[in-house]
């Protein structure tokens, strides 16, 4: 059984700094993209960044664009995203995501993330 737990959420203050990681288990995730999404209270789902399996390619969404970094540790199947300069818009539940199937060194489509962990809260108060 696939197994994505993140961790790393909390409450932070703005221009304040989180990392978030999610831990995957279960099944081997070699060749597979991972990536970060979050949704805010009312509001649909949205991308916030991807890396591929070789972790030399990453795509993030112009609102986290110089402020967000997406990384991994394939050796730990760990995937993190380091958050700074954060703001109150950035308020969300938090999900890590798997791709549906390995893609090797390129990116997937945004839509084809299979995997889905718990999610982790992310408050930032102004």
């Known amino acids: 059984q696939v197994q994505l737990v993140e961790s790393g959420g909390g409450l932070v203050q703005v ?7 999610c831990a995957a288990s279960g099944r081997t995730f070699s060749g597979y993209a991972m990536g970060w999404f979050r949704q805010a209270p009312g ?9 591929n399996w070789s972790g030399d390619r990453t795509i993030d969404a112009d609102s ?5 970094t997406i990384s ?9 995203l380091q958050m700074n300069s954060l703001k109150p818009e950035d308020t969300a539940v938090y ?7 390995s ?7 945004k839509t084809e993330y299979r995997y889905w962990g718990q999610g982790t809260q992310v408050t ?3």
């Open 124 to 126: 930032v108060s102004s």
């Open 72 to 80: 991994r540790d394939n050796a730990k199947n760990t995937v993190y």
């Open 64 to 68: 986290v664009k110089g402020r967000f």
């Open 43 to 51: 509001k649909e789902r949205e991308f916030v960044a991807a890396i």
């Open 15 to 21: 221009g304040g700094s989180l990392r978030l990681s």
């Open 95 to 101: 999900y890590c995501a798997a791709s549906s199937r």
């Open 103 to 109: 893609y090797y060194y390129v990116l997937p489509p």
